[in-house]
């Protein structure tokens, strides 16, 4: 006997579960179903995980250097093993919160692989059938038919996190967020850290200054990279590169993105091959039930670590006509108190208002979002100068950029 609902959701990722919880407040019957956990790549797989491991790493690069605070930390060591449980704990408790809120919500869950024939969804042998379907299935990372996975030597994300010890030595191919996120939290633990890249620069979706003034900080660290470079071939553990060197790393990272998993009908989430972000998904979903519109060029992109990236709408290298502004980080008395002094604060405008924004810096997940919030309400420069921005806080950076735009 079919079992009746107003909507059938495949796949219980952020895309998924927004959808489930904004149909319920609408009133509307939901059946979900996930084939692995509940909260998708982004909770069991990538942003969460990565941050819980990213923020050890931080703290124990920021106590390396505590004695200039006046923080004798004596014989300092990590537990990578405890790092990880750490991690897991995070991860199981905000899926058992998530698990709890669907069912308090009353969305039928049902954790099993689906399939879609026309209005029905079956499951188990099970019948659902829903007046609307969605697919929220995901995306998985991306191997080249040349250089696949072998999940021993040549690593996925997914294989990075079940990490337990750490390699003395990697290579990382590609460097998008994912590869400057791991270079980061190897580079804090001790382990040699090489960057192969296709690109010109690293980071090559950011902003040319962005990209130049990560590798210079990467230099500092002692990343190695090689770019405009890519890997021809590897063979028993030798990585041969088109310009010649041969690499000998304990293991590789393969970090050249995700494809979106096969999928039909209306697909949200990293599945639609947009932009492959957590809240660009939530944004989907939201759009797709409740009628909630938003402006997919004002997606903010966030690369996290010491400092922080983010960045929003056009890149200098995208414009023509326009002014900018250019303030260092260090220009602000906060970044001076916390230690923090690497980066810069970037906007770029046209007619008197913001068209892009890029930021090096403490906390610049949260400055851009200030700017987002102005970009999106079509607000003014002379608008934003109204503005009272507390002292002293890197959010002020923001206010005195507006006043040095040329």
Request: glycine content about 8%; aromatic content about 6%.
């Amino acid at each position: 006997m079919p079992q009746n609902f107003d909507l059938g959701i495949i796949g219980g990722g952020p895309a998924g579960y927004t959808a489930a919880f904004e149909a319920r407040r609408r009133g509307m019957s939901v059946v979900l179903f996930e084939k692995d956990k509940i909260g998708g790549v982004c909770l069991n797989k990538g942003c969460i995980p990565t941050k819980a491991i990213l923020h050890s790493a931080e703290l124990y690069e920021e106590i390396k250097c505590s004695e200039d605070l006046g923080i004798l930390a004596g014989n300092l060591s990590f537990d990578y093993q405890k790092i990880v449980e750490h991690k897991d704990k995070v991860v199981e408790k905000l899926r058992k919160t998530l698990e709890l809120s669907l069912k308090n919500a009353g969305v039928v869950v049902v954790y099993a692989e689906a399939k879609v024939e026309k209005s029905n969804i079956i499951a188990e042998n099970e019948i659902y059938t829903c007046k609307k379907i969605i697919h929220a299935t995901g995306s998985r990372p991306k191997d080249f038919s040349t250089l696949k996975f072998d999940h021993k030597f040549v690593l996925s994300s997914d294989d990075i996190l079940n990490m337990t010890e750490l390699p003395e030595n990697i290579l990382i191919i590609g460097s998008g967020a994912i590869g400057i996120e791991w270079a980061r939290i190897f580079s804090a633990f001790d382990v040699e850290v090489t960057i192969v890249e296709t690109a010109e620069h690293l980071l090559p979706l950011a902003d040319i200054e962005v990209s130049k003034r990560i590798e210079r900080i990467f230099k500092t660290k002692k990343i190695k990279t090689y770019l405009s470079n890519s890997v021809e071939k590897i063979e028993d553990k030798k990585v041969f590169l088109k310009s010649g060197e041969i690499l000998t790393p304990e293991c590789v990272l393969l970090a050249v993105g995700r494809i979106p998993n096969e999928s039909e009908g209306i697909i949200l989430g990293d599945a639609s091959g947009k932009i492959q972000l957590a809240h660009f998904a939530i944004k989907q979903a939201l759009k797709e039930i409740g009628n909630i519109e938003f402006d997919e060029t004002l997606v903010p992109s966030v690369v996290y670590g010491n400092p922080e990236i983010a960045w929003i709408g056009k890149r200098e290298q995208d414009l023509q006509d326009y002014q900018k502004s250019n303030m260092l980080i260090s220009a602000l008395g906060k970044s001076h108190c916390d230690n923090c002094t690497d980066g810069f604060i970037k906007i770029l405008t046209q007619n008197g208002k913001i068209v892009g924004a890029h930021i090096i810096s403490k906390e610049a997940s949260s400055l851009i979002q200030q700017i987002a919030i102005a970009m999106q309400n079509n607000l003014t420069i002379e608008d934003l100068k109204k503005v009272c921005f507390a002292h002293p806080t890197y959010s002020e950076g923001i206010f005195e950029s507006l006043f040095n735009i040329k």
